[in-house]
């Protein structure tokens, strides 16, 4: 699977990690940055080109790090077409995909560690949207936002 992924300093050495165990897994890794820690950079800056490459189908699935992974999967979210969602327990991360058709992983650096940050990322891969109807339909509702967001 291609799998990009990016973060800001708050979760680099954690991305690092997880590109590694990535490769070693046999998965096609596209690191979005950073390339090193720099404590002045900005998630967006990142986290903004994967989802893009999510979105576009460039890449098959995103993680994306930041400290606490809520920055990040704010920022994921804003890209027309992805469906982001911070999860730090094993039944969010599958149930995310069968139910939720989530294509973007997002994670704090500073939050987990890097078993269960693995743990977590190889069970969002394994999953697959289930297409049950009570499923597509909540989706396309979602997605029928992004055309026409709610006005307050």
């Known amino acids: 699977m291609r799998v990009g992924i990016a973060s800001d300093h708050g979760g680099f ?7 590694n165990l990535l490769r070693g897994a046999a998965h096609e890794v596209v690191d ?10 900005d998630y967006p800056d990142y986290v903004i080109p994967l989802a893009r490459a999510v979105a576009a189908g460039t890449v098959d699935r ?15 979210n804003k890209v027309t077409g992805v469906r982001a969602g911070l999860i730090h327990d094993v039944f969010s991360a599958h149930q995310g995909v069968e139910d939720d058709d989530m294509n973007l992983f997002s994670l704090g650096g500073q ?17 697959r949207f289930s297409g049950a109807i009570r ?17 307050h």
Request: glycine letters at 10%; a negative charge.
């Open 111 to 127: 939050v987990i560690g890097s078993a269960l940050a693995w743990e977590l990322i190889e069970t969002f891969l394994k999953a």
């Open 13 to 19: 050495a954690l991305k690092e990690q997880i590109a």
């Open 62 to 76: 995103g993680i994306a790090l930041c400290g606490s992974g809520v920055g990040a999967s704010i920022c994921a």
């Open 32 to 41: 979005f940055g950073a390339v090193q820690p720099n404590p002045g950079d």
């Open 135 to 151: 499923h597509q339909r909540r989706v396309e509702k979602v997605m029928a936002l992004e055309m026409h967001p709610i006005e």
